[in-house]
C-alpha cells in the first residue's frame, strides 16, 4: 500500500498530468481527485489517454476525507489555495502547483497577483519548489511550493552562474518559446488553435509576467544585491515544451564548466557538452531538463539554453519529485520515463 494521494483539480492539465505519473509510482496511491465543473465526471470521460486506468470518480473539494490522505496536490487556478490549505487537517502534507506559496513577500505577493494573501504565515512558512536548490528544505516540509514553469527553467539556466559571480547581473536577457498547455485548459479567446497553429505571439512583455517575482526573489537573494532580468515568453505552436534561450555576459567555457559541475550529480539536469544546446522534443513528457551553453563570435558574451516539458519537470514532475522528498521515497520514484520522442 502507498501513500495516500488527493489530486485536487484533476481535470486540468496538470491534474492529468500527476495521475499519468502516479499511476505507476511504486510509493503512492491515488486516493481522491477533485474537479469544479466535471465533478461527478469518471476521468475516462474527462481524459481518453487514461481510460485504462482505475481511478476515483471526480469529486468536489468539499466532500473529500482528509483525515484519510497523506499528501495533497493542489492544482488549482492561484489564488484558491491559499484558504484550502489552511483549513486542512495539519497531518496533511500539501504540494501546490499554484503561485500561492512561491512568494515570500506578501507585497511581493501583492504587487504580482493584484490581491492580498489571505494566509501570510503559511506564505513564510512554505517551501520554495526548485527541488535541486531547496532539497534539504523540501524533505522536512509541510507545504511546497512548485515553481512557476518558466521560472524553474530560466533558473536552472542561470542559477548556478550567479551564485559562482560568472555572469554580469546587470545584462542578463531570456527570451522563451511556450507551449500552449502552460496556458492552461480552460477557454481562452487567444489560444484558439486557429490563431495558435500559426503564429509566434510574445505576451508579458516589458517585464510584466508575474514569474518575474520569482526571478527578483530568488536571484536577488542568491547574489545579495537586487538583480533584475529582462524576459519575454513567447507561445509558439506546440502542445508542451519550454525553451528558454538566456543571454549573458561571461566567459562561455567557464559558464559550461561551472554549469557541468554543478549539475554532474544531479539526475534530471543534464547539461550537454559545449558548443550543444537542447530542444523541447528532447524533454518532452518527462521529467528531464537539458541544459546548453553555446560561446559567441564576440568573446565574453554567452548563451545558455534550456529546455524542459512545462506539464512535467516544469510542474507535475518537479511536484513529485518534491512530494518523493516529503514522504521519505526516493527521490527520483516514478520519474525516470524517457521523453516521448518524436
Ligand atoms: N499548465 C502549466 O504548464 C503549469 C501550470 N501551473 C499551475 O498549476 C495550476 C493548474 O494549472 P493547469 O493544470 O494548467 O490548469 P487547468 O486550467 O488545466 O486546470 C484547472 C483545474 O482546477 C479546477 N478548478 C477550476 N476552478 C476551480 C474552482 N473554483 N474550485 C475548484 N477547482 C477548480 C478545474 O476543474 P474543471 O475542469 O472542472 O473546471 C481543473 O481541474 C495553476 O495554478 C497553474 O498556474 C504551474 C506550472 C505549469
Ligand atoms: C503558455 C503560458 O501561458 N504559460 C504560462 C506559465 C505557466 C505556469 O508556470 O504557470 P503559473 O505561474 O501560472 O503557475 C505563462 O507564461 O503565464
Sequence with gaps: MGKKIAIL????????ELVRLIATHPGMEIAALSADRKAGMEMAAVFPHLRHLTLPTLTTIEAIDFSAIDLVFAALPHGLSQALVRDLPKTVKVVDLGADFRLRDPAAYEKWYGAPHVAVDLQKEAVYGLTEFYRDDIRTARLVAGTGCNAATVQFALRPLIEAGLIDLDDIICDLKN???GAGRSLKENMLFTERQTDVLGYSQGGKHRHLGEFDQEFSLIAGRK?????TPH????????LASCYVRGDATAIHAALAARYADEPFLNVLPFGQAPGTGAVAGSNFCQIGVIGDRKPGRALVVAALDNLNKGSSGQAVQNANLMLGLDET???MLAPVFP
Aim: proline share 4%; aromatic share 8%; net charge neutral.
Design 333 to 335: 520514484a516514478g520519474l
Design 179 to 181: 507551449g500552449i498547455s
Design 9 to 16: 483539480g484533476a481535470s486540468g492539465y496538470t491534474g492529468a
Design 235 to 242: 507561445l509558439v505552436p506546440m502542445s508542451r515544451g519550454i
Design 227 to 231: 538583480v533584475e532580468i529582462m524576459f
